[in-house]
């Protein structure tokens, strides 16, 4: 019962903290909380080549994960008391493999979108509001 109390009280703190950052939104907390994560397009580039980019960026945060988790089952077989590990075995068999699949999904979406956009001649630029907003 104690745990489920723990989990609440943090929830809420997220909740709290991020209703804050939005409410602030200029503020060193919400700026950091916010950043874009992933590459930017740039001025005049087509849609397709920057949708590649991003499915690149996300590829290579799937190949860094599932790297970790190689890492993690070659340690664990190097030192078997880990498996008792809670800290260790949520890492291993779930942060890790989550953000692994998020990055593939990622990944495979920006791809399939490029193709669709490269295929069907979508040719606008991808840079044509982004610019607009951080200048």
């Given at each position: 019962m104690r745990e489920l109390l723990h989990i609440a009280a943090f929830w809420v703190v997220v909740v709290v903290a991020i209703r804050v950052a939005v409410?602030?939104?200029?503020?060193?907390?919400?700026?950091?909380?916010?950043?874009?994560?992933?590459?930017?397009?740039?001025r005049?580039?087509?849609?397709?080549?920057?949708?590649?980019r991003c499915a690149r960026f996300g590829g290579s945060w799937f190949?860094?994960?599932?790297?970790?988790?190689?890492i993690g089952w070659v340690v664990l077989r190097w030192d078997?008391?880990?498996?008792?590990s809670l800290f260790f075995l949520v890492l291993w068999a779930v942060v890790v493999p989550l953000l692994g699949g998020v990055?593939?999904?990622?990944?495979?979406?920006?791809?399939?979108?490029a193709v669709w956009a490269?295929?069907?001649?979508?040719?606008?630029?991808?840079?044509?509001?982004?610019h607009a907003t951080q200048a």
């Amino acid at each position: 019962m104690r745990e489920l109390l723990h989990i609440a009280a943090f929830w809420v703190v997220v909740v709290v903290a991020i209703r804050v950052a939005v409410c602030f939104p200029h503020s060193l907390p919400a700026r950091i909380l916010f950043w874009r994560l992933g590459p930017l397009p740039l001025r005049g580039e087509p849609q397709a080549l920057y949708l590649l980019r991003c499915a690149r960026f996300g590829g290579s945060w799937f190949l860094q994960a599932a790297l970790l988790f190689g890492i993690g089952w070659v340690v664990l077989r190097w030192d078997a008391s880990l498996a008792d590990s809670l800290f260790f075995l949520v890492l291993w068999a779930v942060v890790v493999p989550l953000l692994g699949g998020v990055a593939l999904v990622t990944a495979l979406f920006a791809l399939g979108r490029a193709v669709w956009a490269w295929r069907f001649g979508r040719g606008g630029s991808a840079s044509g509001s982004a610019h607009a907003t951080q200048a």
